[in-house]
């Protein structure tokens, strides 16, 4: 049975390097292995607890854990902006804290670029506050010197595509484990 990896991108920018990493990964992701990257972060309204409720719960809130529910494990690539998390991304995080399956999901942290100098820690911080269980030997930080990233020009480079099938490959491995 195949492993369903949710990717999560903490970017909105269409040539977002972050996206691009997700992206080159379902390109060069090792057979038994399938990613979709969610694409309705914007769509979410701003969190409120008032509106954490069943009856209440946005429509956009609904997709967003029925996917995560849904997803065997989760891949973040989430960029720094003025040394925090975007709120676009807080606010979608802020969404999961009702969710009774977020707690303990598998997460692994693919960063575009090895210039965040905050947001790995503060990620990896409500990450643990939320339970999640980020596994670090599936973690991965591309070593780019550019934002200007495009996934198939990183899916051609041999040694990138090694390093991310080991580690997609770890994942999985991680995640069979568990069940």
């Known amino acids: 049975m195949p492993i369903h990896l949710l990717a999560l991108c903490g970017s909105l920018r269409k040539g977002s390097s972050n996206r691009a990493l997700l992206e080159a990964a379902q390109l060069v992701r090792p057979d038994g292995i399938e990613i979709s990257i969610y694409a309705g972060i914007e769509a979410l309204p701003h969190f409120s607890p008032d509106l954490d409720d069943d009856a209440l719960l946005p429509e956009a809130a609904k ?12 891949v ?5 902006y003025m040394h925090c998390l975007p709120g676009s991304f807080k606010n979608a995080l802020d969404w999961m804290v009702g ?12 960063q575009a670029t090895s210039r965040h100098e905050y947001v790995p820690a503060l990620l990896r911080d409500v990450l ?10 599936a973690s991965f ?9 495009e996934p198939e020009v990183l899916a051609a480079v041999p040694e990138i595509t090694a390093a991310i099938r080991d580690k997609l490959q770890h994942f999985a491995g991680y995640i069979r484990s568990r069940t």
Do not use: Y
């Open 128 to 137: 643990k506050t939320m339970a999640t269980d980020v596994v670090e030997q």
């Open 141 to 149: 930080v591309l070593p780019a010197t550019t934002n200007r990233i």
């Open 63 to 74: 997709d967003l854990r029925q996917r995560v529910e849904e997803a065997d494990g989760l």
């Open 99 to 110: 969710s009774e399956t977020f707690p303990g999901k598998p997460v692994a942290l693919f």
């Open 76 to 80: 973040i690539s989430c960029p720094e």
